[in-house]
């Protein structure tokens, strides 16, 4: 699933490619290569992020227009979801059942994220089915093939082909805004060979599921 979320997106995206850079990011030097340039993107995102957000009421505001189904308003897009129905099921109406993912799981934080600051976070929050969310609890992410997400093999979560860019996306914000507390090696299962702090499966998923407009 390519959501709208392009401010996560520019991440890993814009280091080679600063022209294309949004007016968000005007004042970035993208010249400057690792730890500089994080240092710089996550003094960017502190600074801008001046809103917080309670974990019930406010979470579900947010949610109606974040994560609002573009082919019915009415409903919202359900994390991991693909089908029409099921616990796979792509999208549901606001008012029937559903929960809250943490898609950096709250007790791989270091310390845990509860339920303010990170673990409130409206990047890393997503609806999503209740059974769903319950299967994957806290599992690691892990590579996998196909449209659905679930448990690998070898005990991880893989998150379906709709949605691991934008889980790949989550994670590295979530790196980016609150550093050591949220390690994308936390929350993964796959090596790391290009960067000591970043597993190469969220480099593969940004690429291989692309933001949308």
């Known amino acids: 699933m390519k959501l709208k979320f392009s401010f996560l997106a520019g991440i890993i995206s814009f280091v080679g490619f600063a022209q294309s850079a949004p007016s968000y990011y005007a004042g970035v030097n993208f010249s400057k290569t690792k730890n500089d340039l994080k240092a710089d993107l996550a003094t960017l995102i502190t600074t801008t992020q001046t809103q917080t957000i309670s974990y019930s009421e406010g979470l579900k505001a947010l949610f109606k227009t974040s994560d609002a ?66 299967t994957r609890g806290s599992l690691l992410f892990d590579d996998g093939t196909g449209v659905k997400a679930y448990k690998t093999s070898r005990g991880g979560w893989y998150p379906g082909e ?31 060979t290009y960067s000591s702090d970043f597993p190469d499966i969220l480099l593969k998923w940004n690429v291989e599921d692309p933001v949308s407009d």
């Open 162 to 192: 709709e949605w691991k860019g934008d889980v790949a996306r989550i994670l590295m914000y979530m790196y980016v805004r609150y550093n050591s507390r949220c390690l994308p090696l936390n929350i993964t299962m796959n090596p790391s």
């Open 69 to 134: 189904d573009p082919e019915n308003p009415a409903n919202l897009l359900l994390i991991y979801g693909s089908e029409s129905t099921g616990t796979h099921q792509r999208s549901r109406p606001f008012n029937q059942q559903w929960n809250r993912e943490h898609v950096y799981a709250k007790s791989k934080g270091t310390p845990n994220l509860g339920e303010s600051g990170p673990g409130s976070d409206g990047h890393h929050l997503r609806p999503a089915d209740n059974t769903l969310n319950s």
